[in-house]
């Protein structure tokens, strides 16, 4: 196979939408370990770092899965949790997606490799529903 064939490959959408699931998953077992530590040490009337009260510092991919999750919401993939209804918001949307981008830009060479690569596969999954989402909504029901 070819160098071309093989990234061509490795940049098909489902094995890098499997990579950002492996990816969310680890993430989600990290912040639930994490969790679980803060618990104890709030249980135990400490902070973080072992100081008195506080909450954990939040992370970058927190942050990152937040907008990420704003995104979803407003392409109608997530339900909305104050309606309870799956709204679609195409210009919020795209708006997210270009805060994603924005922030993709400004944090070149500053981002550890896990969360560029994170950033990155985040924005081509959102891109790709992006792209299918408002697709459909062009051609209707």
């Known amino acids: ?4 064939e093989e990234k061509k490959e490795s940049w098909s959408g489902k094995k890098v ?3 950002w699931k492996k990816q969310v ?7 639930a370990s994490q969790e679980k530590s803060q618990a104890r040490r709030q249980a135990a009337g400490r902070g973080p770092a072992g100081e008195p009260g506080g909450a954990a510092k939040p992370s ?20 909305n949790p104050l309606t309870r209804r799956r709204e679609m918001d195409l210009p919020q949307a795209q708006q997210t997606i270009d805060l994603l981008e924005l922030l993709q830009e400004k944090t070149k060479g ?3 490799p896990q969360e560029e690569n994170f950033l ?4 081509h999954d ?6 299918r989402v408002a697709g459909g909504a062009a051609t209707g029901p």
């Open 1 to 4: 196979m070819s160098q071309h």
């Open 17 to 19: 939408d499997e990579e």
């Open 25 to 31: 998953e680890d993430e989600r077992r990290r912040l």
């Open 60 to 79: 970058f991919a927190q942050f990152l899965s937040g907008l990420a999750t704003q995104a979803l919401m407003s392409l109608g993939e997530l339900e």
């Open 110 to 112: 500053n981002l550890s």
């Open 120 to 123: 990155t596969n985040v924005l």
């Open 126 to 131: 959102l891109r790709l529903r992006y792209v």
